[in-house]
């Protein structure tokens, strides 16, 4: 019987399942930078991967920018220049069915229009020739996640779109097992108007109600109507921790339930009570 030229052949799994293996090593962004350096380049050959997560619609996203070229990295990348850039894919992504897909640059590769931070992963970007896009919805933590892998390469084919789709949810677990970097803790301004800026997670703010900074910041979402899990998806801690910082929120203010804190926050950040 004649193989069939579009199955797996032996080696490839082989290689596939090795790749899978190393998923559990990786702990830290370099470790992390590795791996995708490695086997997974056989599969998805690409030299800048942008990792994003949070609320697309919001404009609330995270984001890691993980690549073996100098210079591009996420502590340079600003949110001003990468945010637009994500959510316009987010939004394709959408459009295609949540299903992965490419993009042909051109010669004159991905544009990005960065600020001076952004000035290596500019000219990094202007020599990419392709990149492949798709994403992960969690319906656990009701926040979505994007990868687009950016390559210098101009070909992108059936076969790779395949492999990215069948590759994501490892490399998002691994993605998931790397530490934050120090930078990826602030806090991210939503895209809500009429909010005062007494509800900024600011000193300000923090210590003319008892709470502290992290509490005044979970104590703003809450004003917004956001449940225990979207608040830690949004600050990408878990929502048992969000639940800890309520119980110590409700102390410090003396309240039995989130509208009495809500109400008690807002008294002393917004006199009018509005948000």
Sequence with gaps: MMKDRRSPSTVDLSKFFTLIAEVVSVRRHIDLMKWLQGEVQQFLPHDILVAAWGDFHLGLIHYDVVSAMPGVRSENASAESITPLLTGLFDRWIAQ??????????????????????????????????????????????????????????????????????????????????????????????????????????????????????????????ALGKTNSEIGSILNVS??????HMQRIFKKLDVFSRAQAVSAFMNVVSPTGSI
């Design 97 to 222: 069915d949540r299903k992965p897909f490419a993009l042909h640059a051109g010669d004159q590769g991905f544009h990005w229009v960065g600020s001076a931070l952004d000035g290596t992963i500019t000219e990094a970007m202007r020599t990419m020739r392709s990149s492949l896009i798709h994403g992960i919805s969690d319906q656990r933590g009701r926040h979505d996640c994007l990868y687009v892998l950016f390559n210098t390469s101009p070909q992108r084919n059936r076969r790779e779109r395949t492999a990215l789709k069948f590759l994501l949810p490892y490399i998002d677990s691994a993605l998931r097992q790397v530490e934050l970097l120090p930078h990826q803790y602030a806090s991210i301004t939503p895209a809500v108007p009429d909010v005062p800026a007494g509800t900024e997670a600011d000193p300000a703010a923090g210590s003319d109600s008892g709470l502290s900074l992290r509490e005044a910041e979970i104590m703003k979402w809450v």
């Design 239 to 244: 929502s048992f921790t969000v639940k800890n």
